[in-house]
């Protein structure tokens, strides 16, 4: 067995753009108030990185158990090489679980207050254990509010604040400091939650019959799709919103990223109607590419117009 092209084919490394992506945005509302610090956001990337890569793995192995039943004894050399598939799988993402946890614990030495790290990374392994492990999660509209919390409020809010939490002005919940990341956070966890719709559908699309059909079964294919739309029309309502009172000094240039977000989103939105198997498959990945590609951009353009950068750059 190739493990490279195996792990190539379970561990879905393109659903790392959304980590990516979360991490970026995190520091695109850090970089506002001039407070972006370069290494807490690397290690808050290869953390969100190392923790995805691992939920794949472990959700791929429940997968492969639960719908692949080992052979029989007769069939020895397919049953050896299906326990080797689930032992690797198994195996990695203990690995990448096991990375991310201590990445964690040095997020929690950069932290002025290790309190606030210590519920969040709870939080986060929380959710994570549900989305992953709990079957029923994916037959009710809670893997949408998981989506949209972890990919979202948690994770964007997450880094922006162990970045500018030693220049808070008052506390770390100062509005001033904490605005683009509560704004930022909650527009980024509606882009996540289109490409959790689109998903859905497309795994509907591929076995109509199976009961993991998730948001499909509850508000219908149709309902999907305008839920797809109106993920995008909120997310650029929280962008505009965020843009105008954060006092940007060229609001127009602060919200392209959202307007092209939005622009993408609805072009997905519209294309699902007629889209087969393979054109779904598409849009999936276009909507991976949208969250990323719009996080950078809010990065890039933010980091412009924002406040010079005054970091005291205590990291430890």
Same mark, same amino acid.
């Given at each position: 067995? +190739?493990?490279? !092209?195996?792990?190539?084919?379970?561990?879905?490394?393109?659903?790392?753009?959304?980590?990516?992506?979360?991490?970026?945005? /995190?520091?695109?509302?850090?970089?506002?108030?001039?407070?972006?610090?370069?290494?807490?956001?690397?290690?808050?990337?290869?953390?969100?990185?190392?923790?995805?890569?691992? =939920?794949?793995?472990?959700?791929?192995?429940?997968?492969?158990?639960?719908?692949?039943?080992?052979? /029989?004894?007769?069939?020895?050399?397919?049953?050896?090489? !299906?326990?080797?598939?689930?032992?690797?799988?198994?195996? /990695?993402? @203990?690995?990448?679980? %096991?990375?991310?946890?201590?990445?964690?614990?040095? %997020?929690?030495?950069?932290?002025?207050?290790?309190?606030?790290?210590?519920?969040?990374?709870?939080?986060?392994?929380?959710?994570?254990?549900?989305?992953?492990?709990?079957?029923?999660?994916?037959?009710?509209?809670?893997?949408?509010?998981?989506?949209?919390? %972890?990919?979202?409020?948690?994770?964007?809010?997450?880094?922006?604040?162990?970045?500018?939490?030693?220049?808070?002005?008052?506390?770390?919940?100062?509005?001033?400091?904490?605005?683009? =990341?509560?704004?930022?956070?909650?527009?980024?966890?509606?882009?996540?939650?289109?490409?959790?719709?689109?998903?859905?559908?497309?795994?509907?699309?591929?076995?109509?019959?199976?009961?993991?059909?998730? =948001?499909?079964r509850f508000f219908g294919r149709r309902g999907v799709i305008l839920l797809t739309g109106l993920c995008g029309v909120s997310m650029l309502a929280t962008v505009v919103w965020s843009v105008f009172s954060l006092s940007f000094p060229s609001p127009l240039i602060a919200v392209i990223p959202g307007f092209l977000g939005f622009a993408l989103n609805t072009l997905v939105a519209f294309s699902m109607k007629?889209?087969?198997?393979?054109?779904?498959?598409?849009? %999936?990945?276009?909507?991976?590419?949208?969250?990323?590609?719009?996080?950078?951009? @809010?990065?890039?353009?933010?980091?412009?117009?924002?406040?010079? +950068?005054?970091?005291?750059?205590?990291?430890?």
């Open positions: 067995m +190739d493990i490279l !092209q195996f792990m190539k084919r379970r561990a879905d490394f393109q659903s790392l753009l959304l980590s990516a992506g979360t991490v970026v945005a /995190g520091t695109a509302a850090a970089v506002v108030r001039g407070n972006m610090e370069v290494l807490a956001a690397s290690v808050c990337l290869l953390f969100a990185l190392s923790m995805q890569l691992g =939920c794949n793995c472990y959700h791929s192995y429940l997968l492969m158990r639960r719908s692949e039943p080992l052979p /029989g004894r007769l069939d020895r050399v397919r049953n050896e090489e !299906q326990v080797l598939s689930l032992r690797v799988l198994r195996e /990695g993402s @203990f690995a990448c679980l %096991i990375i991310s946890l201590m990445l964690g614990l040095t %997020i929690m030495t950069m932290s002025a207050d290790f309190w606030w790290t210590i519920v969040v990374g709870v939080s986060i392994y929380g959710l994570v254990y549900l989305m992953t492990t709990g079957p029923r999660v994916y037959r009710n509209p809670l893997s949408l509010v998981i989506t949209f919390l %972890i990919f979202g409020p948690v994770g964007v809010m997450a880094t922006g604040f162990l970045q500018f939490q030693h220049e808070a002005a008052r506390s770390l919940w100062n509005f001033y400091d904490s605005s683009p =990341c509560l704004f930022l956070g909650v527009a980024m966890g509606f882009l996540a939650c289109s490409h959790h719709l689109v998903l859905a559908y497309f795994n509907y699309d591929i076995n109509p019959t199976s009961s993991y059909r998730g =948001c499909v007629r889209a087969g198997v393979g054109e779904l498959h598409h849009l %999936i990945t276009l909507t991976r590419v949208n969250y990323f590609l719009t996080a950078v951009l @809010f990065f890039v353009i933010w980091w412009v117009l924002g406040t010079p +950068d005054d970091s005291m750059r205590l990291l430890f």
